[in-house]
Each structure stands twice: as C-alpha cells, then as structure tokens.
C-alpha cells in the first residue's frame, strides 16, 4: 500500500474513534446520532450543491447509474445497522463486536472475485494479525474459563448476524471503491447520508419532542463536531479506496479499535487486561506490515 492512501486511512481512523468517543457519551444515543446526520446535512447542503453544479453529479456518462450507486448505498447502510442491532440483541457484546468488525475475513475472497484485486504474502499476514487483533481486545483475560465462555458464545445465534454485519461492511466497501471511480468521494457520501437521514428522522419521530429538545440544548456542539468528524472521516477514507487495494484500507480501518482503547483508557478509566494489549500490539503490527502490502 502506497504512503498516501495508508495516511489517510489512518487519520480516519483517529478522526473516527473521537467522534464514536463522543457518541458514546451522549445522553440518547439514537437520539444524539439521528440529530448528527440531519447537522450533516444542513451543514453539507452548500457545499454539496456547488460542487454539483460546478462538476456535474457524476462522471460523463455515468449520471443514471449514479442514483444506483448512492441507492445501493444508502440500503447497505440500512443494512449494516439492522444487521448490527439484531447481533447485540442476540449475543454478548464482547463476541458479537468483534466479529461484526471483522470484514477483513471477506474482502480477499470478494475483492478478487468483482475486482479482481489480488494481496500478496505480506498483505495477507497483515490481514491475520489485524483479524486476530479484533477478537482479542473484548476478552477479559487469557483465563481457561474465559476462553471457554467464548467458545460457547461463538455458537449462538447473534453470531450469525454478527457476521452479516461483516459480511454487508464488505460489501459496502466494495460498492464504495466502484463508486467513487465515477463520483466525486464527497459527492456520493453526502448523497447517501441524505438517503440514510430520511431513515433516521422516522426513528427521530418516536421520541418525544422533549427528549429531542433537550438532548440537542445539552450536547449541540457535540452533536455539530461528530457531524464534521463523520463526514471528513468517510470522504478521506473514500478518497483512499479509490486509489488503494480494498482488502488494504478495509483492513486497516480496523487501527481505529486502538485510539478507541486509548481514549477509553485514558479519559473513561477502562481497564487495559492483557487481552486488549496483545490485541493493540497485533493491530499495530498488522498495520505496520499493509504500509509493506503490495
């Protein structure tokens, strides 16, 4: 993976990990990201509509297929949470979160298949160790008792759609990396998150007006600051797909996992076992060797 594309992924990843950091503090969750994405848009709506009229939507050629991209888009979205929900609802956390993280399992097989992408020995180790790295930092410890606990759990049904969820992250990475070939990155995102917003205003509709009010007097500039890091995160990750194997920036979005350890470490007091550590060690590792992937 060449030096350009590997920065920017990982700047997205911290850019990435702060504004679920943010998220994660919010008063009502559904509430708090379902305002995010409507700030989102209206932040985003000028800007949107200069480029466009200034470029075009879409390539020359490729204006029709352009709604197929961004339609597809949006429902793979839609997917990934309905997927992701009913994972948390139907196992722990600690096994369903991980595996709902690990795309990477995915996207050789499908980046060879439709893209004809191809990873060498390095690239697949790197793949492995960030793998690996995902399952470790859940565990509790490296006790018997826990590793057993964990094997029982990888034989229940919120597996399944944990690696739906997996499944549908690749899916969409490899729809984006199409995509952006023929639409400009901040084009096409802003474009689906308008889709997803609608999605989640009808979610906004089942809370009470109050509990909306008061969630945005009390955390409004939060709620404005995970706008902007969400969208400068997922147009410079669409920026580096569009010139970077998928299996490599996939792959290495992962990395966001360790400032996520960090920040949970060092401004919410959570534990560091040695499960988490030696999985930070692997990620780190496993990022190191997809700056040597070719």
């Not at 350009?4 to 700047?11: M, R, T, V, Y």
């Not at 050629?61 to 929900?85: H, K, M, Q, S």
Request: some cysteine; glycine content about 6%.
């Amino acid at each position: 993976m060449t030096l350009w594309p590997f920065a920017l992924i990982l700047l997205s990843t911290f850019t990435h990990a702060w504004w679920n950091f943010l998220a994660k503090q919010a008063g009502q969750k559904d509430i708090f990201l379902g305002l995010s994405k409507f700030a989102e848009v209206v932040i985003f709506a000028l800007p949107f509509t200069w480029m466009v009229a200034r470029n075009g939507f879409a390539a020359p050629g490729y204006e029709t297929r352009a709604w197929l991209y961004v339609g597809v888009a949006a429902l793979l979205i839609f997917a990934y949470y309905i997927f992701l929900a009913q994972a948390y609802k139907r196992a722990d956390l600690s096994v369903a979160y991980p595996i709902a993280r690990s795309s990477g399992l995915f996207l050789p097989f499908l980046a060879y298949m439709f893209l004809g992408e191809t990873i060498d020995a390095v690239g697949a180790t790197a793949v492995v160790l960030v793998m690996l790295g995902v399952l470790l930092i859940p565990l509790p410890s490296f006790q018997p008792a826990d590793l057993r606990r964990l094997l029982r759990q990888l034989r229940q049904p919120g597996v399944l759609f944990a690696l739906l969820t997996a499944f549908t992250v690749a899916s969409y990475t490899l729809w984006d990396k199409t995509a952006v070939a023929h639409i400009n990155p901040f084009v096409y995102y802003y474009s689906y998150t308008a889709v997803s917003c609608l999605l989640y205003l009808i979610l906004l509709s089942r809370f009470p007006r109050s509990q909306i009010r008061t969630e945005w007097q009390q955390r409004r500039r939060a709620i404005v600051l995970v706008a902007l890091l969400d969208v400068f995160t997922y147009v410079i990750v669409l920026a580096a797909l569009n010139v970077s194997k998928t299996t490599y920036a996939g792959t290495l979005r992962q990395f966001s996992l360790v400032v996520a350890v960090f920040l949970g470490w060092r401004f919410l007091a959570e534990p560091l076992p040695p499960p988490k550590l030696a999985g930070v060690a692997l990620l780190g590792g496993g990022a190191a060797l997809i700056l040597l992937a070719r």
